[in-house]
């Protein structure tokens, strides 16, 4: 029996992680230095997410995919030109703020409310996919709270794997301590699953698939609307680089037999 | 007056508790003693009576909520599981391990209660109110933060307070009852590298990073993939240490090249990996960029060895740097340790 998902996936804006990070306190909270000009990427997690998801998609005719997306328009729109040019997916775009000092339970009502108001979404037969963290809050938490919104019981986080059966049933390998996978099944949609890094590798860039992306995600893009994030109480007190820095001895002459001999005495020592 | 709520899940015997939840207990312990705040902790296990005479020396009010539903660890159950025990406590402020189990629930019955929730916690401290400490963008920036709002759920990092270790005793459970929704999800087992080939050691006094340099071409102009798997392995086998690699090496496996077969990503250490917590690590054949060096923010001494005298490792990231060739340091070290066991 062929199945067909509507899958949802979440995925924010993260600065590229090879960017000096510098947090400044304005008068909303803590902040980037210039977090507007850094270049920004998907999120790791949440692309591993999304290329699943464009994987399941393809191998089962008539699913569908949407890409739900928070951040400032502008912001968006530059990390689209690349992420449009992996795998089709219709983009729904809230404009709201970018970063990861933002609360969570206000980011996780925004999401929902704006899957809740996708067209056409068969909730039946939702799979909601992101990252099981994000490379900014990192808390590991905002799809939760989503899924949680949408009265989704059957929740997934860490995931690497998801196989399907024939009966709507699949498995699903999530995560756990100790370097294992849990191994679930689950009678069928819907249900939410956060990825860990998956096993597909990044599809390369195909212009056409962004050309074909583009043309709905502009006016997409138009027609975002705001999304205003409540604070719920939450104050920071502090937000700092960390100040450990090392002082570190650099050894460019030593053979390769000192080398050892000091490292198995380091690797010994209490 | 805040009242503490310590949620606690048995490990996979179903009836003692996690370290990890262990940890949380002494947490909750400080925390209410610093508060003058009441102390209950909530147990889910099937069988709540071993764990409750493990914390019978808590003196805090035990509740439970046990029986063979909440054997596995799946949304639904433990979702109703915490739910009920938060209902019954009456929480204020309620502390958890951050076990795949309960980081998997605890945002959800966080927003059933109307709470709020921050994971990851590091530290809990603050003088009037209470402060809470955690990283965000991957370990690169340190936050203190607080809430007014209650219910307020903290979910413990692993390895941030030592483990509860009071007398075992006769204690007095509350049992609970949780009502369950229908279940849709069977956990049918879980799945590892058989225990020779496990090589992510969480409880390993070190780790041992292998990076992309060792799959690339050797002075020789070959690559020795096969020689490089012997070494990094030998050495695991005589140090037990945990092997962590980053991205772009286990990305090559994923790419169907014939690289290092035992690395998955669930090794990654880094901005899309673990941040593990060892006492040492080392590094080999990795430029120690920012991407990975996050993933190294919870490890004490650290030395590297790089053939790349200007590599992030020599820039206040690493306690020593050996600029060498890895392959042939690690061959010593592993003769050397060959040795030292006779």
Redesign the interface.
Known sequence: MANVFDIVVCAGL??D??Q??E?VTGPNG?G?KNEMVLPAVLD??AASALYEAANLAAKNPGSKLWLVSLGPKAKLQQVMMTVAQKVSFQLVPVDGPIG??P???AT?AALAEAITAIPDLDRAKLLLFGGWES????????L??V???LGM??????V?QIDLRDDGSF?V????????????????TPALLGW??????EPRNNPQVGMANMRTIMPALQRAKAAKLEA???????????KQ????????D?A??E???E??A???AE | METILVLTHADETGSALTRASLEAVTAGKELAARLSATLTIGIVATDATTAASTLAATGARLLAVSGEAFAQARYATDAAAVEALCRAAQATIVLAPGSSRLTRVAAGVAHRLGGFIDAHITALGGTESVEATRWFYRQRVEAVLSRDTRPWFLLLDAGTHAAFAGEPGVASVEQVAAELPAQRTTVIGFRAPAQDAQTIRPDAKMLFVAGAGWTKKQPDGQIHAAEAGALILGFLHATGASLGSSKSLVDQGGDGNSVLPFLTHLNQIGQTGATPRHAKGLSTCCHGEEPHVVGWRFIGDRRAISLDPNCGWTRGKADVVYIADAFQVMAKVNALLDAKKG
């Open positions: 993260v600065p992680p090879l000096t990070l947090p803590p980037l790791p997690w990861g000092f609360d969570a339970h996780a490379a900014t809050r990192g808390a590991g938490v905002t939760q709270l899924g949680e919104r019981t059957d929740q997934f986080q860490g690497d498995e390998l999530e995560r756990v301590e100790g370097g294992k996978h849990q191994v679930s099944v689950c009678a069928g860990a890094t998956g096993n597909l590798a719920n109480g939450l104050r920071y007190v502090s937000a700092a680089l960390p820095q090392r002082t570190t001895r650099v050894e460019k030593m390769p037999d080398i050892a001999a490292l198995v380091w690797i010994g």
